[in-house]
């Protein structure tokens, strides 16, 4: 249950003001039909953080250890200073969505450009201090869905009102929180 609820709250906070919010408000905002961008958002994430949560585990039992402990300690610190760095979206990059409709542009586009994202970097750390695929990929799934369905249904009213630098900052407290605590742990402090 703590690997779920972690994995949830870090990628909730973390999503938001991504490149993947924005492309939702963008797809949003193109095909005005917010179910198949929900359900593409959805597969998307499910694939695209199951193998990273996967790769995270395996990663953690192949190199299990005393230094992998303090790496993972160390990547949850380094993703506290990346969240605080706000992400742009260039609708240029984006592929041509129109000749896939909503459901396949979304898919394709999310799962993309959630390569190497700091969301999907964060799921590989929590694989990996988790070391459990199922509960890791459905707390950054519910994550990413509670970041992404309301921008979906309410778009650039979001981005107008929420303060993202509040929310970067305490998505930033949360990934330096888990940081210290797995370094303090892992060495022994508590």
Same mark, same amino acid.
């Not at 249950?1 to 972690?6: D, G, N, P, V, Y």
């Not at 939702?24 to 095909?31: E, G, M, P, Q, S």
């Not at 892992?186 to 402090?189: D, E, I, L, P, R």
């Given at each position: 249950?703590?690997?779920?609820?972690?994995s949830t709250?870090?990628v909730a906070l973390?999503?938001?003001g991504?490149?993947?919010?924005l492309? %939702?408000?963008?797809? $949003?905002?193109?095909?005005?039909?917010?179910?198949p961008?929900?359900a593409g958002i959805?597969? #998307?994430?499910? *694939?695209?953080h199951?193998?990273a949560?996967l790769?995270?585990e395996q990663?953690?039992?192949?190199?299990?250890g005393?230094?992998?402990r303090?790496?993972?300690?160390?990547?949850?610190i380094?993703?506290a200073g990346?969240?605080?760095?706000?992400d742009k979206f260039?609708?240029?990059?984006?592929?041509k969505?129109?000749?896939f409709?909503p459901?396949l %542009?979304?898919a394709? $586009?999310f799962?993309?450009?959630?390569?190497g994202?700091k969301?999907?970097?964060a799921?590989i #750390?929590?694989? *990996?201090?988790?070391?459990?695929?199922?509960?890791?990929?459905t707390g950054t799934?519910l994550?990413m869905?509670?970041a992404?369905?309301p921008a979906v249904?309410l778009?650039?009213?979001?981005?107008?009102?929420?303060?993202?630098?509040?929310?970067?900052m305490?998505a930033?407290?949360?990934?330096l929180?888990?940081?210290?605590?797995?370094l303090a742990q892992?060495?022994?402090?508590i």
């Open positions: 249950m703590e690997a779920l609820i972690t709250a870090v973390a999503e938001i991504d490149k993947t919010q492309l %939702a408000i963008v797809l $949003a905002t193109r095909f005005r039909r917010p179910w961008i929900i959805l597969v #998307a994430t499910l *694939a695209n199951f193998l949560a790769a995270g990663a953690s039992a192949f190199l299990d005393l230094w992998f303090y790496l993972v300690a160390a990547s949850f380094l993703m990346w969240t605080l760095i706000p260039d609708e240029d990059e984006e592929a969505p129109h000749r409709g459901f %542009a979304t394709i $586009a799962f993309l450009v959630e390569m994202d969301t999907q970097l799921t #750390a929590l694989g *990996a201090r988790f070391q459990s695929v199922i509960p890791v990929m799934t994550g869905m509670i992404n369905v249904f778009g650039h009213e979001i981005i107008r009102r929420v303060p993202l630098a509040t929310v970067r305490i930033a407290l949360l990934f929180a888990i940081g210290l605590w797995l892992t060495a022994g402090w």
